[in-house]
């Protein structure tokens, strides 16, 4: 930091979080409300767009609040409130990502290892449909391959790695047990494992594309180990497989720990803070995500009730959207029903989402510039202290959304 307090350099951050840095002087940076009025884009005071907000949401008929993985569990609590004030709908892109693992684990007692535990205990770590290399980027360096730990003294050198995926990854030069697999043959290989670990099935064949000799040699190497953890990503997830994959995952885990073979499972959730969504979301409503408050009691329906069968049925009219690029992300019929509706977007660069919206809030970044409450991947909660102020009139995703809800 210079002597005008400006950021020169960042030590010891990802390449993520060195980003949010460098946009806080960005040309991207969203730093004035704007409206959205016939086509032309003006400028707004802060209360003039909180008034605009609050026109908005009372003349919708039922809005879609959405977002939040990007945002402080404080900001989630104050999403919550609106959507039930409104008789909305609330969800998050958890529901599109690792909201099911998440849930799933916390039911099955499977949530509870922390990424400590990995330093100082696992010697056998597994990447599996996740690329923490080029998307988990202090991942391996800080928790789970490079650090030494109790058990792991010598860091990397007393751990074996395996890396799991359809293609050649950055991880993958790392790994012992490198195991490409067919798209979508997780569920095979999951069942090979307990067969032959499980049921002493003997292997005879190549297994979702991976060859025999290989596979054996990961098998054997998951065997022996004292401690194995399996992270594991969207790769196992994804193309409507979820439901499938992660019930016989769990299971095979359950089997290892029952035959004497100490092993825990890890859902790789993206976003910063969609862990603590789904935390903050479950306590208030009983839910994880997709909470439809316009029943008594709301409903809880991901078929019906989630964001893209919401707006692919086009039962919203508004949405209000917070840390989150849909426009960028749904699919294209989706996106294009999003369009169709009047967007309020909070967020601190110019995105997709952002230029197509009728109300543009500016706020500051969380972490950076505001503090607040989130949840690592592993559940653990972190309080976030700001480390600058925001630009002059920029207020926390915190500070907008409890003008809103004051005004509603």
Same mark, same amino acid.
């Given at each position: 930091m210079d002597e005008k307090g400006e950021i020169q350099k960042t030590f010891g951050s990802c390449v993520v979080g060195a980003e949010k840095v460098k946009f806080i002087k960005a040309k991207e940076r969203l730093l004035k409300a704007s409206v959205l009025t016939?086509?032309?884009?003006?400028?707004?005071?802060?209360?003039?767009?909180?008034?605009?907000?609050? *026109?908005?949401?009372?003349?919708?008929? *039922?809005?879609?609040?959405?977002?939040?993985?990007?945002?402080?569990?404080?900001?989630?609590?104050?999403?919550?409130?609106?959507?039930?004030?409104?008789?909305?709908?609330?969800?998050?892109?958890?529901?599109?990502?690792?909201?099911?693992?998440? #849930?799933?684990?916390? *039911?099955?007692?499977?949530?509870?290892?922390n990424l400590e535990?990995?330093?100082?205990?696992?010697?056998?770590?597994?990447?599996?449909?996740?690329?923490?290399?080029?998307?988990f980027h202090r991942h391996t360096s800080r928790y789970s391959v490079f650090p030494r730990g109790v058990e792991a003294p010598k860091g990397v050198e007393s751990r074996t790695i395996s890396v799991i995926d359809v293609r050649e990854t950055k991880t993958m030069r790392i790994a012992h047990n490198k195991l490409l697999i067919r798209p979508g043959g997780d569920l095979e290989l999951f069942k090979a494992i307990e067969a032959s670990i499980i049921r002493g099935?003997?292997?005879?064949?190549?297994?979702?594309?991976?060859?025999?000799?290989?596979?054996?040699?990961?098998? @054997?190497d998951l065997k022996k180990s004292r401690h194995s953890t399996i992270f594991y990503g969207l790769g196992v997830i994804g193309g409507g497989a979820a439901e499938k994959n992660i019930s016989v995952?769990?299971?095979?885990?359950?089997?290892?720990?029952?035959?004497?073979?100490?092993?825990?499972?890890?859902?790789?959730?993206?976003?910063?803070?969609?862990?603590?969504?789904?935390?903050?979301?479950?306590? #208030?409503?009983?839910?994880?995500?997709?909470?439809?408050?316009?029943? @008594?009691?709301?409903?809880? @329906?991901?078929?019906?009730?989630?964001?893209?069968?919401?707006?692919?049925?086009?039962?919203?009219?508004?949405?209000?959207?917070?840390?989150?690029?849909?426009?960028?992300?749904?699919?294209?019929?989706?996106?294009?029903?999003?369009?169709k509706i009047p967007l309020i977007v909070l967020d601190f660069v110019e995105s997709l989402t952002v230029r197509k919206a009728k109300l543009r809030i500016p706020v500051a970044i969380t972490g950076v510039e505001a503090g607040g409450t989130v949840y690592r991947l592993d559940g653990k909660e972190v309080k976030l202290s700001p480390i600058l102020k925001p630009p002059e009139g920029i207020k926390s995703d915190e500070e907008v959304l409890s003008a809103i809800l004051s005004r509603l």
């Open positions: 016939n086509g032309e884009l003006k400028e707004a005071e802060f209360d003039e767009a909180i008034e605009e907000a609050v *026109k908005i949401l009372k003349n919708s008929r *039922k809005p879609l609040v959405y977002g939040w993985s990007n945002a402080s569990c404080e900001a989630i609590s104050l999403g919550l409130e609106i959507a039930k004030r409104l008789r909305g709908i609330f969800d998050s892109t958890a529901s599109l990502c690792h909201g099911y693992s998440i #849930t799933t684990a916390k *039911k099955l007692g499977f949530w509870g290892t535990e990995v330093l100082d205990y696992a010697d056998h770590v597994i990447f599996w449909g996740v690329n923490p290399a080029e998307t099935e003997k292997i005879t064949g190549d297994v979702a594309g991976v060859p025999v000799m290989r596979l054996l040699s990961f098998i @054997n995952l769990y299971e095979l885990v359950k089997q290892l720990n029952n035959v004497g073979i100490k092993c825990s499972v890890i859902p790789m959730a993206g976003h910063y803070n969609m862990v603590g969504c789904v935390e903050t979301t479950l306590k #208030t409503t009983g839910f994880p995500y997709a909470v439809d408050f316009s029943t @008594n009691p709301p409903t809880y @329906n991901p078929n019906q009730t989630s964001v893209i069968p919401v707006l692919l049925n086009e039962r919203v009219d508004s949405a209000l959207i917070v840390g989150a690029d849909p426009l960028a992300h749904l699919p294209a019929k989706a996106a294009e029903s999003l369009l």
